[in-house]
């Protein structure tokens, strides 16, 4: 069970340092913990492969030039 929370605190912590939200001495004890052990460093590598599939495969429609303007007319 320790071992779980360990993994689950690890795994937020991943993702805090994908959306760019850890201090500098944070991101280096994470990286450290990828460097030096195994399961950090499989947990660290699937969230990286996943946020990159999601980046490369999901597109996202644009929005139109008249939608820009109606928003953009109503904000004045």
Do not use: G
Request: with cysteine; aromatic share 10%; proline share 1%.
């Amino acid at each position: 069970m320790k071992k779980n929370n360990l993994l689950n605190y690890f795994s937020q912590q991943v993702n805090l340092y994908f959306d760019n939200r850890l201090t500098k001495d944070s991101e280096q004890n994470l990286m450290d913990a990828v460097n030096n052990d195994s399961e950090c460093s499989k947990v660290f590598n699937t969230e990286k492969q996943f946020r990159d599939f999601i980046k490369t495969n999901v597109k996202r429609p644009a929005a139109s030039k008249d939608l820009i303007k109606s928003i953009k007319s109503k904000l004045d």
